[in-house]
């Protein structure tokens, strides 16, 4: 995975004007597009899509300073149809204006070239199985939230405190099928994991392919597959996260397991009264790399 990440940022370069064929490149590597980015995201810090943005703007300060060509023809060869267009980018980036740089000289906020390196450190015991299952259904209560990626995030706990104490005891004895009990589930999960998109989130239970949705709950199907499933055990929801972050970090890159399409699944095992600490399994969905 490194590797192919590498090569990714290598492509950056050298069509950093131009539209980056991602999927193509995942296909000539032997991966996923889906895959690619959100390795890329969880070992960079940030999209795949801030990067380039950062990189661009970064390459296009030394055209600026360079004070030989009109703010236009600069804009337009980094894919901008107008100065306003292209200084709103620039400004995102530096903090000031495209004039203001050409005049002053700066400051500029540079982006480097990033170079991915494995470093094997062993710090995260990932405990971990693979499970085949077959299709089935998630039912619960859904709503758009958006993703953060460290702490609680405030429109999930807003969301489960709006549901009546009785729909809790209902939905866990509509559970018939792993991943076990009440699940915290992420769905439509933007593949660059940027914090702040919008995903799906579905307080629910499993239940059979078959089985029929009762009236006024949500559902989410999910096909047959492989899953990652990683126990985890400590403060909540910092262990958890933790864990989440080495399958990045520690897991697929020295595992020949990637990333699918699909919902990522929390099921809380056991946890204190005040949900301080918990003991959780994490379900990734994956294929053979």
Sequence with gaps: MIAELNRLVEVVEEQLVDEIDVSGLASSLGTT???????????????LS????????????ADVLGGDEDLLT??????????????????SVHGV????????????RIQPQLRFRLTVEGKTTMDTRIADRPAFRLIGYAARVPLIHEGPNPHIQEHIASLPVAEHQRLKELSETEPAGLLQVS???????????ELTYLHGVAVAEGTPVPEGLDAIEVPAGAWA????????????QSTWAAT????????????????SIVAVLDRADDFSTATCELWLPVERG
């Design 33 to 47: 597009e889906y895959h690619l980015r959100r390795m890329f995201s969880a070992l960079a810090g940030m999209p």
């Design 50 to 61: 801030e990067y380039v943005r950062r990189r661009r703007m970064s390459v296009a300060a």
């Design 74 to 91: 600069i804009a337009v060869r980094y894919g901008y149809g107008s100065t306003e267009a292209f200084g709103r980018a620039f400004r």
């Design 97 to 108: 204006g495209a004039g203001d740089v050409r005049r002053n000289g700066g400051p500029l």
């Design 187 to 197: 769905a439509d999960v933007d593949p660059d994991y940027a914090e702040g998109s």
């Design 229 to 240: 499933v990683f126990l985890t055990t400590g403060p909540y929801p910092a262990a958890l």
């Design 248 to 263: 990045a970090t520690e897991w697929f890159p020295s595992n020949p397991w990637r990333l699918r399409p699909g919902p």
